[in-house]
């Protein structure tokens, strides 16, 4: 009898076989299809078809086959992003196939639902990861008004107080969020391109 463990994830070689031999004598001779003989286990194996052959002393010859599935290659892709009609976020839906359900899809790092809300503008990546931990990713673009669209340094006036939007930290932490990406590269850029400007940036969290 052969018990098999099928690979996890597309292309992985994490396939195993296990021959199981009842009665017969201890000097049975076992030879694979892929090569290695006397053996009654295979491991590190991809999915294909595989077979084993069994002699014993002065008795007939058993030959076993067996195949081991893989899951369809797990993939992710955006299939529509609608605006927020009442401020700058969105929602952003993704199209999942392949793998093994039990998906965990990710923006930026942070785990959220299919499909995703409360989304900036700005580059983004969403990883989806199913129950074996196979993984796929894709990038994808929101667009929407620059934080800083409205904004020229020659209106900025000493200890003028500004409120950046949409910069937020992880819960009871000083880290920041990846989703603050965007705002922080616009609040780069406009540092970078005026110079003669100096910022004093402060901010507090919830703990």
């Known amino acids: 009898m052969l018990i098999s463990q099928q690979p996890t994830c597309f292309e992985e070689n994490d396939g195993s076989i296990k021959l199981m031999i009842k009665g017969g004598t201890k000097n049975v001779s076992i030879n694979w299809s892929t090569g290695e003989s006397d053996v009654r286990n295979l491991e590190n194996l991809l999915a294909g078809d595989y077979s084993v052959t069994v002699t014993e002393p002065k008795k007939d010859t058993i030959i076993k086959f067996i195949t081991l599935n893989q899951p369809a290659k797990l993939s992710i892709i955006v299939n529509k992003i609608n605006k927020n009609p009442t401020d700058n976020r969105s929602s952003v839906s993704f199209d999942i196939t392949g793998g093994t359900p039990g998906f965990r899809l990710e923006i930026d790092g942070i785990v959220t639902e299919n499909p995703a809300t409360d989304v900036f503008p700005g580059q983004h990546l969403a990883k989806v ?62 540092l970078t391109e005026n110079q003669d400007i100096f910022v004093e940036i402060g901010g507090h969290t919830n703990n």
Do not use: M, R
Not at 132 to 161: H, L, R
């Open 129 to 190: 990861t199913d129950v074996f931990g196979c993984y796929a990713e894709t990038d994808f673009t929101v667009e929407g008004e620059s934080t800083f669209a409205d904004f020229e340094a020659k209106d900025i006036k000493v200890g003028q107080v500004l409120q950046i939007e949409n910069l937020y930290f992880l819960a009871d932490s000083v880290e920041i969020t990846n989703s603050s990406k965007p705002v922080l590269d616009e609040v780069f850029n406009f």
